[in-house]
């Protein structure tokens, strides 16, 4: 009824809306050709706009730029909770690591100019919050893989498409703020131009964004769900830093065709500052006091992406040469300071016990890649075919230091000087190397036949993965492994009228194991008192995926369909217990009744739900500046663990986002709104369990134009408070999750306040 209720208001304005004289969305040039949009066009947009109707043969949605700018949202992360069936389990503020279908951020490939990226997670993620919404030209949702893709999309593929030379004639400024809940403001600047220079043209943008995320989180602990109250935790966690970005395209003529030369280059500086006070029963006063903790985190990460490519006829087809670069640099410095007191009886400012640590993180993860592919008409059909190539190699050292730990002086607020950090050493897992190398030949067909349309296709991929982990056991240093998966694809469209339109495909994919999975090093308790190593010779899980939709364009240009999706994953990676060669289980170094853990393929699991999206002006209702969004997914799964049968971990039973955008010509005016809801998520792994639960967010958006050249937005987002809730249901070890005989029992729950943000941007 809440939500019902919050819907209801957002929608009223659109019963006050007037008439006007409706327009076209705009469509920038073709990809190498064609006259650029002017940049008024784009940027000054005046209009809703809606999302594009796909010419793919297999099933995608597209967004242009224009469709999110409105919102002015600050990342690619933050405009695509606009998008179906895309959830994301981060904190309050934050839109992270993108999950199609809900499933594990490692099952949805990110690609950036159609091109693989590497991430800095050990799940080979790349989380979209690195990339800021104001370098993209559109966002694809690739719903079925075809055979000239990377297989790497069990659950997907996102398609960032960064603006090209031929997107724009022009330039513009965006200038603005960032207003936070703690009376804290953050910048927001920007510079795109594009024209022509010498023979070719160019695009160049630069921008930089202060971003801040002040949230406030209360825990309370329990011995057992229902149980006795043993101590809450009052914590406030500030983020805060910058985000710099620059990227170029520049588009020649040379030899008989075109040469593209791209780069884009990201670096997030960012310090977080967590700082939390535990209190015993309950009592949140100076003389229940147990401890403070100091928590900061330091992070540098830096994203390098180029790319050079030449495409033109060659042989009696089209021939197509690209070369890229990609890395990913991560540096991590962590503080942990923690005061303890009561442990004497004594309460603040009587400090009993003072322990430090640090942890440093360095990880620079590339990618060398190259693709040679031919296109050719044979008539009644086209074929395409190729070779990519790529190699990637992860270097990581994480070390700790010596953990500095003292009892202090029975005399109040006197404690010694605190010794420097000494001793630094690579943690179990922490000073590895891993190299992979990757060949995947391909080929695929596809032709029309009448309202059909349709393609078939084969990729081969193989992989090459030598793991070097100094941490490791003499023995096991060095490990390879190496795997081969046919992955076939096929796709049709059956255009029923000019408006009616049903696709449908089956493709095989991959996903390649995590990376903190293949080290053989041993991590001591790392499960509660049980131990964990990983397995190089892991296999990758691979998965056969369905998808059926039906769409319908609904007068010029509304849009609206529906998804069926269907996943079965084979080889699913699931803990295991480790046993010697008589099928004893290994005692963990916690000692009788510890296991030792590892990973193997030992599964398979099911994921399916339906898609619904709706992208429309109101024509029908004498509306037509009134725009209107629906996107709704419900989503399921099934797999077998340890335990038992349970959802995939992480995801969520439903996702929605709805809103409206109103534009008013006479006051070269517009505004709108947009809701979002989250289902529950639940995740089980060794030793604890986790239920996440969303709540609603809210935002607008009010727009004023003055001429063609200038606009004016103000926009406020998490306007209901949003908060994250979750459930932690903490074990000693799996043997004791497995009786319920529990360690702890935790209900934390996280929030923040609205941050409101103004933006001018100015065309020339």
């Known amino acids: 009824m809440k939500r019902i209720l919050l819907l209801a208001a957002a929608a009223t304005p659109l019963l006050l809306a007037g008439e006007a004289v409706a327009q076209e969305f705009i469509v920038t040039a073709p990809e190498g050709g064609g006259e650029p949009a002017r940049v008024e066009d784009i940027v000054i947009v005046g209009e809703a706009t809606y999302r594009n109707r796909s010419d793919e043969t297999a099933p995608g949605l597209s967004y242009d730029q224009q469709y999110f700018q409105r919102f002015e949202p600050l990342s690619v992360g933050d405009a695509l909770r606009r998008v179906p069936s895309v959830t994301f389990l981060s904190d309050v503020l934050e839109s992270d690591g993108a999950r199609m279908r809900g499933l594990d951020a490692g099952y949805t490939q990110i690609l950036i100019d159609g091109e693989r990226v590497p991430g800095a997670g050990v799940d080979r993620s790349f989380f979209v919050d690195r990339i800021p919404a104001e370098l993209i030209e559109r966002v694809e949702v690739v719903r079925s893989s075809s055979a000239n893709r990377s297989g790497d999309a069990v659950a997907g593929a996102i398609n960032i498409v960064l603006r090209d030379a031929y997107t724009l004639d022009g330039g513009y400024v965006r200038a603005g703020g960032l207003y936070y809940s703690d009376g804290e403001w953050a910048p927001s600047l920007g510079l795109t131009w594009g024209g022509e220079v010498g023979p070719g043209r160019l695009i160049v ?79 949140q006063d ?36 690209r070369l ?163 992955l076939p694809s096929a796709a049709i469209r059956w255009s029923l009228t000019e408006d009616d339109r049903i696709t449908a495909s089956v493709a095989r994919t991959i996903r390649r194991p995590r990376f903190d999975y293949l080290s053989p090093a041993l991590l001591e308790e790392e499960y509660g008192d049980d131990d964990f190593i990983g397995n190089p010779d892991l296999q990758p899980e691979t998965a056969v995926g369905f998808d059926v939709g039906y769409e319908r364009r609904l007068g010029r240009r509304g849009v609206a369909g529906i998804n069926l999706f269907y996943r079965d994953i084979a080889n699913l990676t699931e803990a295991v217990v480790v046993t010697d060669a008589a099928g004893t289980p290994l005692v963990g170094s916690g000692g009788a009744g510890t296991f030792v853990y590892s990973v193997d393929n030992v599964g398979d699991g099911q994921v399916w739900g339906v898609e619904l999206d709706l992208s429309t002006p109101l024509d029908a209702l004498g509306m037509p500046n009134t725009g209107v969004f629906f996107n709704w997914s419900w989503l399921d799964s099934q797999v077998d663990d340890f335990m038992g049968e349970r959802r995939f971990n992480g995801q969520s039973d439903q996702v929605l986002s709805a809103g409206f955008t109103h534009d008013i010509p006479t006051w070269q005016a517009a505004f709108g709104a947009t809701y979002f809801h989250q289902g529950e998520a ?22 004023r134009r003055f001429g063609e050249n200038v606009v004016l937005r103000l926009t406020g987002t998490n306007l209901l408070d949003s908060s994250k809730d979750e459930d932690f249901d903490k074990f000693d070890n799996v043997a004791d999750q497995i009786a319920r005989n529990y360690d702890e029992f935790e209900l934390e729950t996280e929030s923040a306040g609205p941050v409101w943000q103004v933006a001018l941007r100015w065309t020339f």
């Open 205 to 283: 943008s630069a921008n930089l964004q202060g971003r801040r995320s002040p949230k406030d989180k209360f825990s309370q602990r329990f011995d057992q769900p229902g149980g006795t109250l043993d101590n809450v935790e009052v914590q406030t966690d500030v983020r805060d830093g910058t985000d710099y970005s620059f990227n170029a395209n520049y588009q020649v003529p040379v030899f008989g065709g075109e040469l593209e030369l791209a780069g884009v280059f990201v670096r997030t500086d960012r310090y977080q500052d967590e700082d939390s006070w535990e209190y015993r029963d309950g009592i």
């Open 286 to 321: 100076e003389a229940n006091l147990l401890s403070y903790n100091d928590n900061n985190l330091d992070i540098l990460t830096d994203n390098l992406s180029l790319r050079g490519r030449w495409r033109g006829e060659m042989m009696g087809g089209e021939t197509t040469l």
């Open 682 to 703: 639940y995740d089980r792994v060794l030793a604890e369990e986790i239920h996440t639960r969303y709540g609603d967010n809210l935002e607008i958006f009010l727009e």
């Open 324 to 486: 890229g670069y990609a890395n990913i640099s991560d540096e991590q410095d962590e503080f942990e300071g923690e005061s303890e007191y009561l442990r004497d009886g004594t309460p603040f400012p009587d400090e009993d016990r003072y322990t430090a640590d640090r942890t440093l993180v360095d990880i620079l993860d590339e990618e060398w890649s190259a693709r040679i592919s031919h296109q050719r008409d044979l008539g009644a059909v086209e074929l395409e075919f190729g070779l990519d190539w790529s190699s990637q190699t992860r270097d990581s050292l994480i070390t700790e230091a010596d953990r500095i730990r003292f009892n202090v002086p029975n005399a109040p607020g006197v404690r010694p000087t605190v010794p420097p950090f000494s001793g630094h050493a690579p943690v179990a897992g922490g000073d590895s190397l891993i190299e992979e190398d990757r060949l995947d030949p391909w080929a695929m067909i596809s032709g029309e036949a009448g309202p059909v349309r349709w393609e078939a296709g084969l990729r081969y991929e193989t992989t090459d993965v030598t793991i070097t982990d100094e941490t490791a056991a003499p023995a096991d240093r060095v490990t390879s492994n190496d795997y081969a998966e046919l």
